[in-house]
């Protein structure tokens, strides 16, 4: 089987663990084999937050130009995080940005994106990008984020697991009082992606 190396990137408090989380369980109950490496940095304070995956290899490290894939939960951090990709990796960003709080609070502005992303989009022909904040809230909660794009990654197929195995694996790791909020979740990343292709 070809290996299979990607990023998901984000800032502490949008479960990307948890994403992690979901994935390799789900991989282990297909038997198929996968390596995640998480850095947390200053995640309880809004800072980086990298998730590292391999499938089908042996080291989780996705060196410079090696990503298959970069799922990034903060527009910003797509674009930190752009030296490690190439041409064919496939981008699922989430459009919403999280602001630090220094721009909260007046001290610091928040970049103007669109022309970055603009000139990229020249470079990269896979870049997909979606709503995830307003539809983990169309879903019942912002914080089912982190659902909102497992959905959409597997829409376009990034893991060599079944959707049914993800919302299996889901289930399994949540009280059952989530349970239908982050199916829902789940579903409309899924059927976002699904109306682009």
Same mark, same amino acid.
């Given at each position: 089987?070809?290996?299979?190396?990607?990023?998901?990137?984000?800032?502490?408090?949008?479960?990307?663990?948890?994403?992690?989380?979901?994935?390799?369980?789900?991989?282990?109950?297909?038997?198929?084999?996968?390596?995640?490496?998480?850095?947390?940095?200053?995640?309880?304070?809004?800072?980086?937050?990298?998730?590292?995956?391999?499938?089908?290899?042996?080291?989780?490290?996705?060196?410079?130009?090696?990503?298959?894939?970069?799922?990034?939960?903060?527009?910003?951090?797509?674009?930190?995080?752009?030296?490690?990709?190439?041409?064919?990796?496939?981008?699922?960003?989430?459009?919403?940005?999280?602001?630090?709080?220094? $721009?909260?609070?007046? +001290?610091?502005?928040?970049?103007? =994106?669109?022309?970055?992303? %603009? &000139?990229?989009?020249?470079?990269?022909? !896979?870049?997909?990008?979606?709503?995830?904040?307003?539809?983990?809230?169309?879903?019942?909660?912002?914080?089912?984020?982190?659902?909102?794009?497992?959905?959409?990654?597997?829409?376009?197929?990034?893991?060599? $697991?079944?959707?049914? +195995?993800?919302?299996?694996?889901? =289930?399994?790791?949540?009280? %059952? &009082?989530?349970?239908?909020?982050?199916? !829902?979740?789940?579903?409309?990343?899924?059927?976002?992606?699904?109306?682009?292709?």
């Amino acid at each position: 089987m070809k290996k299979i190396k990607g990023l998901v990137v984000g800032v502490g408090g949008q479960g990307i663990i948890l994403f992690t989380r979901v994935l390799g369980e789900a991989c282990v109950k297909e038997n198929i084999p996968i390596i995640v490496s998480e850095i947390h940095g200053m995640a309880q304070r809004g800072g980086v937050v990298e998730s590292s995956i391999c499938i089908y290899g042996k080291s989780p490290y996705v060196s410079e130009g090696e990503a298959d894939f970069l799922i990034a939960f903060e527009p910003a951090e797509a674009l930190r995080f752009i030296k490690r990709t190439q041409k064919n990796t496939v981008f699922i960003i989430s459009k919403n940005p999280v602001l630090p709080l220094s $721009v909260k609070e007046g +001290s610091a502005t928040y970049p103007d =994106l669109s022309p970055f992303f %603009e &000139k990229i989009k020249d470079y990269f022909s !896979k870049i997909f990008f979606i709503p995830g904040e307003d539809l983990a809230k169309e879903a019942g909660s912002g914080k089912a984020l982190n659902i909102v794009m497992l959905g959409a990654s597997s829409a376009l197929g990034l893991f060599p $697991v079944s959707p049914k +195995s993800l919302k299996e694996t889901l =289930l399994t790791l949540l009280p %059952e &009082k989530l349970h239908e909020m982050n199916l !829902k979740a789940f579903d409309l990343g899924f059927n976002y992606i699904k109306s682009l292709m």
